[in-house]
């Protein structure tokens, strides 16, 4: 069951992460993910100075607020001039730095350092169950991430022509009374949140890889929205099984072997993708080329 519960787990991230990293994609902010899930840092040790606690609900309520935080102050850089990549640079490290400064001065006595609060180990999450009325229902990760999940999917199913439109043609959509700003901070929202709900069991690594890298690869197979979001999180499910047993066989680390499992496939994809594809583009102008010659 051990394995079952890795591998769901790791499931869940991707469709968690991939559902939402299409529109991260598609608005050109894939590194979004890495600045939250960097930035929340401040968030968690405050809420822990707060409480008194590692509790997770507390820790997650500091780290989205946070991440929402990090969004509004990118956004507000970019609105002054600054480009999106400084922006997103100049937030998150220094965010980032101010929680490695509360961590060394706030909390040395305590079991809180920069790696149980943002590298976890995929592993452990079979031991780290929860239990109701005195019977284990399960790995706490797999409830939090799932009930992520089931918000992200109602939230972008329900508003899922708004979100289409504000990705592909904002302009369009103010101009037909959509509230832009607001499904933006929306969106980042839900990404605040499936990013802190996932990174404290998997990983940071994990975390940010499965945001981007499966959509980026169903980027290159698909002209469609909706079967960028199916493909996207096939490739994030089909990374994270094939991932674990790489990572059994080679005895290495398993969030890394998932996302070089889904680096592979992306190379693949931007190699051979019908449309996108290196080798099909050289051979679509070589078959010009002769024609033309001919």
Not at 181 to 200: C, D, I, N, P, R
Not at 214 to 227: C, V
Not at 262 to 272: E, S, T
Request: glycine share 10%; hydrophobic share 55%.
């Amino acid at each position: 069951m051990n394995d079952f519960w890795i591998i769901l787990t790791a499931a869940l991230v991707a469709c968690s992460c991939s559902l939402l990293g299409c529109f991260l994609v598609l608005r050109k902010m894939a590194m979004i993910g890495d600045a939250i899930s960097h930035s929340v840092l401040p968030g968690i040790v405050i809420a822990f100075l707060l409480s008194g606690s590692r509790d997770s609900l507390f820790m997650m309520l500091g780290a989205s607020a946070l991440g929402l935080i990090t969004v509004f102050l990118i956004q507000l850089f970019q609105q002054s001039g600054v480009q999106s990549d400084a922006s997103i640079g100049v937030v998150f490290t220094a965010l980032f730095s101010v929680g490695v400064v509360l961590v060394s001065i706030y909390t040395r006595q305590v079991d809180l350092d920069l790696d149980c609060v943002l590298y976890g180990e995929i592993i452990r999450v079979p031991w780290d169950t929860l239990t109701f009325g005195g019977v284990d229902i399960g790995p706490k990760a797999v409830w939090a991430l799932g009930l992520v999940l089931l918000l992200s999917a109602a939230v972008i199913g329900l508003f899922y022509k708004q979100f289409k439109l504000c990705s592909f043609d904002p302009a369009l959509a103010a101009a037909v009374g959509i509230p832009v700003v607001l499904f933006h901070y929306v969106l980042m929202g839900l990404v605040s949140v499936t990013t802190v709900a996932s990174f404290e069991s998997v990983g940071a690594i994990l975390v940010v890889g499965m945001l981007v890298v499966p959509a980026a690869t169903a980027y290159l197979l698909t002209e469609r929205l909706g079967s960028m979001i199916g493909c996207s999180m096939a490739v994030g499910i089909v990374s994270a099984v094939a991932g674990y047993y790489a990572s059994m066989l080679l005895d290495a680390s398993i969030a890394g072997c998932m996302i070089s499992i889904a680096g592979v496939l992306f190379v693949l994809a931007l190699l051979f993708s019908p449309t996108h594809g290196v080798l099909w583009r050289k051979l679509r102008q070589r078959r010009s080329l002769s024609g033309k010659t001919a």
